[in-house]
T-cell receptor
Framework: AQSVAQPEDQVNVAEGNPLTVKCTYSVSGNPYLFWYVQYPNRGLQFLLK??????LVKGSYGFEAEFNKSQTSFHLKKPSALVSDSALYFCAVRPPEAAGNKLTFGGGTRVLVKP | NAGVTQTPKFQVLKTGQSMTLQCAQD?????MSWYRQDPGMGLRLIHYSVGAGITDQGEVPNGYNVSRSTTEDFPLRLLSAAPSQTSVYFC??????????????FGQGTRLTVV
């Protein structure tokens, strides 16, 4: 069975500084990897995904993530954080052979960007 | 194009009551699924569907039923509500893509409290 770990419950960063949210996964084969963001009292919004190809994936709102197969990681990054980036971030994994949109999520990391 | 619509947004139930959470999508997506979100645990898959007439269990199916009579609708039924089912419920849909490489779209969520 697959699993996703987000080792930090919360990440605090000053506005303008780089932001990193960590994610590691455990799944057989070559998984599909996703990052979602959740703002208060809202549903999840898709940020970016890794399916195949270039290990550096660029997504919405200036976010990017790097797939590292040897370390089974898919860390989310943003070069310069904004106060509006404060939200709950989820990493998710989906084995390619799985039927339907069966995602396994990490526990989430709350990001707080201070002015 | 409304995306994924969930109703109601909030609900309070008494233990033992039954109810149906509604989910509808207007994107003609083949895949639909239900997740519950609990603090620190991310989202966990309850049931999913790969098309009309086809459903299957996810990670935490006990106490819930689903059906998929049309492509658009995927209701979730709580048979006999229990306090352990207090949670935020999210419906998601996605297109099949190529071996399921597409991202999921989420509804706004239903916050359910069982007393």
């Amino acid at each position: 069975a697959q699993s996703v770990a987000q080792p930090e419950d919360q990440v605090n960063v000053a506005e303008g500084n780089p932001l990193t949210v960590k994610c590691t996964y455990s799944v057989s084969g070559n998984p599909y990897l996703f990052w979602y963001v959740q703002y208060p009292n809202r549903g999840l919004q898709f940020l970016l995904k890794y399916i195949t190809g270039d290990n550096l994936v660029k997504g919405s709102y200036g976010f990017e993530a790097e797939f590292n197969k040897s370390q089974t990681s898919f860390h989310l990054k943003k070069p310069s954080a904004l106060v509006s980036d404060s939200a709950l971030y989820f990493c998710a994994v989906r084995p390619p052979e799985a039927a339907g949109n069966k995602l396994t999520f990490g526990g989430g990391t709350r990001v707080l960007v201070k002015p | 194009n409304a995306g994924v619509t969930q109703t109601p947004k909030f609900q309070v139930l008494k233990t033992g009551q039954s109810m149906t959470l509604q989910c509808a999508q207007d994107m003609n997506h083949e895949y639909m699924s239900w997740y519950r979100q609990d603090p620190g645990m991310g989202l966990r898959l309850i049931h999913y569907s790969v098309g009309a007439g086809i459903t299957d269990q996810g990670e935490v199916p006990n106490g819930y039923n689903v059906s998929r009579s049309t492509t658009e609708d995927f209701p979730l039924r709580l048979l006999s509500a229990a306090p352990s089912q207090t949670s935020v419920y999210f419906c998601a849909s996605s297109s099949r893509g190529i071996r399921g490489n597409t991202e999921a779209f989420f509804g706004q969520g239903t916050r359910l409290t069982v007393v």
